[in-house]
């Protein structure tokens, strides 16, 4: 049923998701210049568009739209609780892939910045996002899902060797 406990936690994965379009992931700070990096890759400040920031841009919004997708659909199947385990399995393992993937990115989408050429003393500063967190987020809400499910699923077998 729609009323059980991984529906919640379905419903808050479904939320990270959404709001991992919304937030930034990491913003860098290079002297007056501020790039960020969010779902759609690296944004680069103003004027300098035509400069070439050399960034590996595996687009993230795919794997996370997809983890949303799959999230809404292990939730609106409850009546069918194999396919909710199995549609939870790929969830889970393509949100692993895909935060292993954004912490790479992070942690050496910063090489790709121009820092050649600044002056001596430019103030070069990382500041971790809100979005950074939602993907870690939404794993673990599917690994909670998942558990209840299974759960769940155990119960009801439990229940048919009685008959």
């Not at 993230?60 to 997809?66: D, K, M, Q, R, T």
């Not at 393509?94 to 910045?113: E, G, P, Q, R």
């Amino acid at each position: 049923m729609i009323q059980r406990i991984q529906s919640i936690f379905l419903a808050v994965l479904v939320m990270a998701g959404v709001l991992a379009f919304v937030f930034d992931f990491v913003v860098y700070e290079i002297g007056d210049q501020v790039y960020t990096f969010n779902i759609m890759g690296l944004e680069v400040p103003a004027g300098q568009e035509n400069e070439t920031v050399n960034v590996v841009k595996i687009p993230l919004y795919v794997p996370i739209g997809l983890s949303i997708l799959l999230g809404l659909g292990t939730l609106f199947t409850f009546s069918n609780r194999a396919l909710q385990i199995k549609l939870g399995r790929i969830n889970f393992i393509l949100l692993f892939l895909s935060t292993a993937l954004l912490y790479y990115n992070v942690l050496t989408v910063h090489k790709a910045i121009p820092i050649e050429g600044l002056p001596e003393g430019t103030v070069f500063g990382m500041s971790w996002k809100t979005g950074l967190y939602m993907p870690l987020a939404m794993l673990f809400m599917s690994f909670l899902a998942n558990r209840a499910i299974r759960k769940d699923e155990a119960l009801v077998n439990s229940f048919d060797r009685l008959r």
